[in-house]
């Protein structure tokens, strides 16, 4: 894998339609790379998986309180 890849396999960006978010998801090329871990990316609009480093950006920033 060179750097590009590796940069684009990091940087993630999710819809609420995804959520609940988790890692690896199974668009990826190595989904069973870790047990699956829920993180929570609706507060801050933003996550970072504690196994693989990849870093989730939610588009449209926070999800508001009761949205759906």
Do not use: F
């Not at 190595?30 to 998986?49: D, F, Q």
């Amino acid at each position: 894998m060179d750097d590009t890849q590796l940069k684009q396999a990091r940087e993630i960006e999710v819809t609420a339609a995804e959520l609940p978010l988790h890692c690896p998801t199974p668009e990826m090329k190595l989904w069973n790379s870790h047990p699956r871990v829920y993180l929570p990316i609706e507060k801050s609009g933003k996550a970072l998986c504690p196994y693989c480093g990849t870093h989730y950006t939610l588009k449209g920033g926070p999800v508001a309180a009761g949205a759906h």
